[in-house]
């Protein structure tokens, strides 16, 4: 009798270690989520704010590339819906870059810990950032003398745009200044050689300054057609290359001090002294042998959609 009993106590032991085992699938931590945001900005500024939305509270460590954010290795998220953590990174270089975070939650027991999908953003760099005392502005117009299907849209041509049939005309204007010459306008005078490289078309356009309207500055004009014209559908990539003249002189940047005057008038101090603050300028110095003409290059890095694109002409 007692071997019976016994034998049905193990076994209600066995069951209900059985229920407990079984139930455990019943209290398994719950799924986490992490969403990243922000992580737009531009190098060489501001640190760019990067933010990290979970479903629970917990830590977060933000990673770049692959590599964990220095200072971000575990930010806390806040204890109170929404579970935001912030990182303020300074990226190491411009260009794209995959931000991920990966989430661990205050209560491991309640919650799982997860790893976010990236979000690929691009660190900004200028438009025409180059390293290079020469600065350059390019813009496209459509030529004069198109009618029809290819006359301007708005009836008025020299408008500026990125978008072109096949069969118009397209202007370059380019604008450059010389800081080796205090930020002097790039002229004829000045400038040794200036001219375009565009993918497809066998010689480079030379560039030709002269006036326009009451307006001085550089042009280059592509014809679009049927062959021998330029006809390839598509974004159009171009280089601009200007070459300044030698040159036995030089604007060199310095500073000095002035008088401060406000309404014309000197700022006297609390001393009885006249106030003075220090001010920009350039000073011309000679140079032998001859300060060598800077050579600049402008490639336009404007999202594809803001290229320099030709379309065919739409069927009637």
């Known amino acids: 009798m007692n071997r019976k009993i016994s034998t049905a106590v193990i076994g209600a032991v066995a069951l209900l270690g059985s229920v407990f085992v079984g139930g455990s699938s019943a209290y398994a931590a719950n799924a986490s989520t992490l969403i990243i945001s922000g992580g737009n900005g531009v190098f060489g500024l501001a640190p ?13 460590k933000f990673i770049a590339n ?23 990174w300074v990226p190491a270089v411009a260009g794209a870059t995959a ?23 691009k660190v900004g760099v200028p438009s025409q950032g180059v390293v290079s005392p020469i600065h350059i502005y390019v813009d496209t117009v459509l030529a004069s003398g198109t009618s029809g299907a ?16 096949v069969g118009q005309g397209i202007v ?12 002097a306008v790039m002229d004829s ?7 375009i490289e565009i993918s497809g078309v066998k010689d480079p356009l030379p560039l030709s300054y002269g006036n326009h309207s009451g307006i001085a500055f550089w042009t ?22 200007m070459i300044a003249k030698d040159q036995t002189s030089m604007k060199v940047l310095s500073t000095k001090l002035v008088a401060k005057k406000v309404d014309g008038k ?8 006249t106030v003075y603050e220090r001010v920009s300028y350039y000073r011309t110095v000679q140079v032998s042998p001859a300060l060598k003409g800077a050579t600049a290059t402008y490639v336009p890095n404007w999202t594809a959609a803001s290229l320099l694109t030709l379309f065919a002409l739409p069927k009637a």
């Open 99 to 121: 931000l991920t975070g990966a989430f661990t939650p205050t209560d491991a027991a309640a919650f799982e810990p997860v790893t976010s999908a990236a979000l690929n953003v």
């Open 220 to 241: 280059a004009v592509l014809r679009t057609g049927p062959a021998p014209a330029f006809n390839t559908l598509g974004i159009i990539n171009y280089k601009v290359t």
């Open 189 to 195: 005078n000045n400038t040794a050689k200036a001219f």
């Open 266 to 273: 000197r700022v006297i101090g609390d001393d009885g002294r």
């Open 172 to 183: 370059f204007r380019v604008y450059a200044n010389n800081a080796d010459q205090g930020g």
């Open 66 to 88: 692959g590599v964990a954010i220095v200072g971000c290795e575990a930010a806390a998220t806040t204890t109170v819906t929404p579970f935001a953590a912030k990182c303020s």
């Open 150 to 165: 290819l006359a301007p849209r708005f009836g008025v041509s020299c408008a500026i745009t990125n978008e072109y049939l």
């Open 48 to 60: 760019i704010t990067i933010t990290a939305t979970a479903n629970n509270a917990g830590t977060v």
